[in-house]
T-cell receptor, first 113, second 110 residues
Framework: EAGVTQSPTHLIKTRGQQATLRCSPI?????VYWYQQALGLGLQFLLW???????NRGNFPPRFSGRQFPNYSSELNVNALELEDSALYLC????????????FGEGSRLTVL | DAKTTQPPSMDCAEGRAANLPCNHS???????VYWYRQIHSQGPQYIIH???NNETNEMASLIITEDRKSSTLILPHATLRDTAVYYC???????????FGSGTRLSIRP
């Protein structure tokens, strides 16, 4: 069974640009979560999508947005990139009724120059 | 969701049991104890969870005290590959978000 897959693995952008990160959940999982992990820091909750709807959002500005598609894959968009957006962005998936059991991808490392 | 308290770091000799404690004194009746670990620069990995009974799987054992105010994750025969940050999280089964604290950095020494 394939795990959670994320793309791209690495992404380099400059300040002010937009970044799009993608995530495919485990088959059968309808919930997708996004986390940000800056270098040396902890995981910060960004967004939770379930059944195509945004269910919860962390303390991030509106320039962090995303969506979930009918096949439950998801993308995270970060607009007007700032240097401090450089981080590992992790996607996780779960079944709707077992949201404590997250399965994470390997992440997308975004570098903003 | 209830808060948890974990020691910032621990070490353990290879081959010995690693016992990682977690305090969650404000846990409520419908909250589970979950454990994850994150090996350097990888996505966190779910390890185990429990409500009130002790649990065991191929990775670890989870011991929850009778009053449920604390728990211990046990890695029975620690290896160098178990070096990671271990997170103890308390939440309802269908929680709306999972907050990872700072966890315990476990170092396994040869």
């Amino acid at each position: 069974e394939a795990g959670v897959t994320q793309s791209p693995t690495h992404l380099i952008k400059t300040r002010g640009q937009q970044a799009t990160l993608r995530c495919s959940p485990i088959s059968g999982h309808t919930s997708v979560y996004w986390y940000q992990q800056a270098l040396g820091l902890g995981l910060q909750f960004l967004l939770w999508y379930d059944e195509g709807e945004e269910r919860n959002r962390g303390n991030f500005p509106p320039r962090f947005s995303g969506r979930q598609f009918p096949n439950y894959s998801s993308e995270l968009n970060v607009n007007a990139l700032e240097l401090e957006d450089s981080a590992l962005y992790l996607c996780a998936s779960s079944r709707t009724d077992y949201t404590g059991e997250l399965f994470f991808g390997e992440g997308s490392r975004l570098t903003v120059l | 969701d209830a808060k948890t308290t974990q020691p910032p770091s621990m070490d353990c000799a290879e081959g010995r049991a690693a016992n990682l404690p977690c305090n969650h004194s404000t846990i409520s009746g419908n909250e589970y104890v979950y454990w994850y670990r994150q090996i350097h620069s990888q996505g966190p990995q779910y390890i185990i969870h429990g409500l009130k009974n002790n649990e065991t799987n191929e990775m670890a054992s989870l011991i929850i005290t009778e009053d449920r105010k604390s728990s211990t994750l046990i890695l029975p025969h620690a290896t160098l590959r178990d070096t990671a940050v271990y997170y103890c999280i308390v939440l309802r089964r269908s929680a709306s978000k999972i907050i990872f604290g700072s966890g315990t950095r476990l170092s396994i020494r040869p």
